[in-house]
């Protein structure tokens, strides 16, 4: 059985940062996209980061320069660095895996709250 599995959410202050692991199980993803969405309370979900399996990235507008993707494939983890974190940023972050070009793997989310 496949699993995400998000972790490293929490309470910041505003300018803070924070440091989200997504960890699989059941099947090896190193050679398969990951990436990072976000559902902001009462809006749909919305794309964040994503991370080729050779290591080429792209980033949401609103995070560029200040969210940070990268992967571990010996680990099967994707990570995220989030900086300078603001109020709008959040969320409940999901992390999830590209399979045939459909974000088909999903994690459980993990709540991220930046509140002073």
């Known amino acids: 059985q496949v699993q995400l599995v998000e972790s490293g959410g929490g309470l910041v202050q505003p300018g803070g940062s924070l440091r989200l692991s997504c960890a699989a199980s059941g099947r090896t993803f190193s050679s398969y996209p990951r990436g990072w969405f976000r559902q902001p309370p009462g809006k749909g979900r919305e794309f964040v980061t994503s991370i080729t399996w050779g290591g080429t990235t792209n980033y949401a507008d609103s995070v560029k320069g200040r969210f940070t993707i990268s992967r571990d494939n010996a680990k099967n983890t994707v990570y995220l660095q989030m900086d300078s974190l603001k109020p709008e940023d959040t969320a409940i972050y999901y992390c999830?895996?590209?399979?045939?070009?459909?974000?088909?793997?999903w994690g459980q989310g993990t709540q991220v709250t930046v509140s002073s």
């Open positions: 999830a895996t590209s399979v045939g070009g459909q974000w088909n793997y």
